[in-house]
């Protein structure tokens, strides 16, 4: 399976889920555009699946939680690529 009909595939589960609660279809394209990524739409659709969320309040709540969730973690990723530059850097031969 491709990239793009992954995630293609994650939205559709999302809206999905969203129109089964009861909202317009609009709500979920914009909660797919704020989380963005396939595993994130995907643990959205999970969510609304699992918890069936009775506002939209809540609904964006959780969404923000999992865009924070991620950015959390591309930021830790980052940090650790960097640190891991830094030691090979600190770690390479010299001239003496």
Known sequence: MTQ??????AYRQLVEAVVE???PEEFAHVLAGELGGEKSMLR?????RQ????SPE???DEML????ERRRW???KVSERAGAHLTEFYNRPRET
Not at 4 to 9: V, Y
Not at 44 to 48: D, E, G, Q, T, V
Not at 51 to 54: K, L
């Open 4 to 9: 793009r009909s992954a995630k293609e595939r």
């Open 21 to 23: 609660l009861g909202y």
């Open 44 to 48: 959205m659709a999970s969510y609304l």
């Open 51 to 54: 918890a069936q969320p009775t």
């Open 58 to 60: 809540q609904i964006a």
């Open 65 to 68: 939680t999992i865009v924070s």
């Open 74 to 76: 591309v930021e830790k």
